[in-house]
Structures are given as C-alpha cells and as structure tokens.
C-alpha cells in the first residue's frame, strides 16, 4: 500500500476506497435524535421495522425535498455550501445540514449579522404553519435539530468554520408563505443531550433497551411509528384516552372569535330594524312634536 505524504495523496486514497464513507454499524440520524425519545433512536439503531409510508405520506415529503431544493438552488451562491456533510463516531451521529449561509459585511442588516449559520429548510401544511407564525417561533423538536447540526458541525470540523447560529426558515406548502426564526446555540442543552444518548447507546451494547421515552402527554405518541412494540408508547396512549376531552386552544379562540363577529352583526341588524320599525310615540319623541 502507497504511503500518504501530501494531501493530493489523500485524495487519491480516498477515491480508491468505495467504502471509506460508509459507517461499519448503524448511525444516528439528527432528526430522528431531535424528537427527543432515546427508545425511538434505539428502535431505529436496531433496525426495528417501520409500517409502510402512506402513499399520501409519501407524496408530501416528496413535496418537502421538492421545495428544500428549490430553496436551496436560490440561496447557492449564499452559501459556503449545501449538504454538508458531518460525523460524530463517539456519539454514533451523522448527517447533512441544507446549507451554510455566509453574510458578508457589505450585506448584513446588523454587525451580529456577519459570519457563517447553519440553514434548515422545513416545509409544513397550512394548520401547522399558522400555529408556528402565532407562537412567533420554531417548533421544540426542530430547534433541537438545529442544535444538533451546530454542535455536530463544530465537532467534525474542529471549530474551523465560526458559527453564529441556525435559521430555521419554515415554507407553508399550499401557499409558499414564509417565516424565519434564528437558534442560537445550547452547549449546556447539547451535553445533556449527549449524556443521553451514551446511556442509551450503553443500553444498547448490553442489549438492553433505554429507559427514557417521552412523557405520558406528549403528542408524539399518536405519530410513532414504533407504537406496535413500544410498551411505553402504548401506556402513554391508554392515558391519554382517560384525560377529559379538551377543545384546542387555537380552536377555541376561533369559536369565541366568530360569537363576537356574530353577536356583533345580530346587534347591527337588531338595531336597523328598530330604526325602520318606530313607533308613532318615539317619531314624536324624536321629531320634538307637542
């Protein structure tokens, strides 16, 4: 085997190899790890079967990749790059980020503004878009994604690329509005995230499932795919079918908005009929007759 002297020569090697990009066991995944169950991460490291995607499912997250890159082609000359690829072996953690966005001093809006972020791309539908735009900021899971790609970033290229932050730019898919939200970095969230995931990977080498899930009200339970063989998962869904039923809130603000809208509009009505339907005693009244 030819010694590796130069950079040139690592190049070569590299392209000689056909595996040298393939991990020998199974990889973590920043999306997955960004829900923030280990037994779900764990399901998948396992290679656990997931149901078939529906083939609506499947449409819409062809829509998804349809629109992060058509995002992506317009922001190329932006960037430092797109599909940037990072690996983290002692955390078993791998993954792409859409984009790293440069803002160059000539073009920022503000001083803070120049430097390198990390862009994520995330379409939705139009429900969920509006609940997003009304809380005036990104969803828990996706700034978890986020902080996951900074971190992961800094760690594969050793601090080499100064980043300032994420923006996580939403896309609604029926309509193409847009919203925009910066996430700083976590470093203190990032190592308790970590911590977990080396228990559960302990978990795993001595074939043992990890004992952190997510808590019995979560909503993430109803869409697990894993539900089937996740006993947690399905204790958490026997709970929440005993809570009272509870009306959104969201939903009950628009039910309130309309009784208004609709109380005020009876009110109007009422009172042009009783201008049109006076009696002789108020025209008296009002035309000061004697």
């Known amino acids: 085997m ?12 590299l392209l000689q190899r056909e595996d040298w990009q393939k991990p020998e066991q199974p990889y973590i995944k920043p999306s997955s790890l960004a829900k923030g169950c280990m037994l779900y991460v764990a399901f998948e490291l396992q290679g656990r079967p997931k149901p078939p995607l529906d083939a609506r499912v ?4 062809s829509v998804g990749t349809d629109s992060h890159r058509r995002l992506q082609r317009f922001l190329s000359r932006a960037c430092l790059a797109q599909e940037l690829y990072f690996i983290v072996p002692e955390y078993r953690i791998h993954g792409f980020v859409d984009g790293v966005l440069y803002i160059s001093p000539e073009s920022a809006p503000t001083p803070a503004a120049v430097g390198f972020w990390i862009l994520e791309f995330k379409t939705s539908a139009g429900s969920e878009f509006d609940k997003i735009k009304a809380a005036k900021m990104p969803k828990e899971e996706h ?25 996580i730019y939403y896309e609604n898919r029926d309509t193409l509005a847009h919203a925009s939200y910066e996430v700083a970095p976590d470093p203190e969230g990032i190592a308790t995230l970590m911590s977990r995931v080396q228990t559960m990977l302990t978990a795993l080498d001595a074939e043992a499932l990890p004992d952190d899930y997510l808590p019995e009200d979560h909503w993430g339970h109803r869409y697990c795919p894993y539900l089937d063989i996740c006993e947690p998962g399905k204790r958490a869904m026997d709970w929440q079918a005993q809570q009272p039923k509870t009306i959104p809130e969201e939903v009950l603000a628009n039910m309130i908005a309309k009784r208004i809208v609709a109380k005020k509009g009876a009110e109007k009505m009422t009172e042009k009929k009783k201008k049109g339907q006076r009696s002789l005693a108020e025209l008296t009244e009002e035309l000061k007759w004697e």
């Open 2 to 13: 030819k010694k590796i002297k130069t950079a040139p020569d690592y190049v070569v090697d």
């Open 58 to 61: 499947g449409r819409i997250l």
């Open 143 to 167: 700034v978890r994604q986020a902080q996951i790609y900074l971190w992961g970033m800094d760690k594969y290229f050793d601090g080499k690329i100064p980043l300032n932050g994420a923006i």
